[in-house]
């Protein structure tokens, strides 16, 4: 049976480099209502690198890293398969061969970087139910090239990456909320998926209310 493969990395310095991207994006994450984390007591409007890595460094542990990778490589692996077919079933997505997984505790709950990258944060979340964001977020890196290509609005994409979840996996796991222009989609997928090409093209002229 075809498996995605899954590697995983953490360390002093990524954690660093996500909290310094994480404060560069702060602006974007608050127009969209992304709660991020950041160190405790750190004032984003008077922080040096310096102060970051001391901050960074006070509050490393790598326990928490290494129980979350064995939680989501237990998880994966019972639904590796199933995450490939579904892969394979969507017509015209970007089929995965490996996932690199950045366990981090800092900035919004998961983020990605094609073609293989994942950013998933550990904080606040039970170990065993990582595996959410980490599906949520291989979803986007099969279909990302598309958004790109049409350029779909940031919540369009993300309901059509939810549509996707909670079909495939009968509504096991909760949809986020998303503003209201962003609804028509569920028409769209439901008349054309798995032909997420299709569903991406006809989703493309979805954009916010002019005010």
């Given amino acids: 049976m075809d498996k995605i493969k899954i590697e995983f990395e953490f360390s002093l310095e990524s954690e660093v480099r996500r909290v310094m991207e994480t404060i560069s994006n702060l602006q974007w994450f608050r127009k969209n209502n992304y709660k991020v984390l950041l160190?405790?007591?750190?004032?984003?409007?008077?922080?040096?690198?310096?102060?970051?890595?001391?901050?960074?460094?006070?509050?490393?542990?790598t326990k928490y890293f290494e129980e979350a990778e064995v939680a989501i490589r237990k998880s994966w692996e019972g639904n590796n398969v199933f995450i490939n077919k579904i892969n394979k079933k969507m017509i015209g997505s970007f089929l995965l061969e490996k996932v690199k997984v950045i366990l981090t505790r800092y900035g919004t709950q998961g983020s990605y970087v094609i073609p293989d990258l994942l950013i998933i944060n550990i904080s606040n979340i039970p170990p065993q139910f990582l595996i959410k964001t980490v599906i949520h977020e291989s979803l986007h890196l099969m279909i990302e090239s598309l958004i790109k290509k049409y350029s779909v609005d940031h919540w369009v994409k993300e309901r059509i990456v939810d549509s996707i979840m909670n079909l495939e996996y009968e509504s096991r796991f909760k949809m986020q909320p998303v503003p209201e222009y962003v609804l028509v989609v569920d028409t769209i997928f439901k008349e054309s998926y798995p032909d997420i090409l299709s569903i991406i093209e006809k989703s493309a002229s979805i954009k916010p209310p002019r005010i």
């Fill in 39 to 61: 160190p405790n007591n750190l004032n984003v409007n008077e922080t040096t690198s310096d102060l970051i890595i001391r901050m960074v460094g006070s509050e490393f542990d």
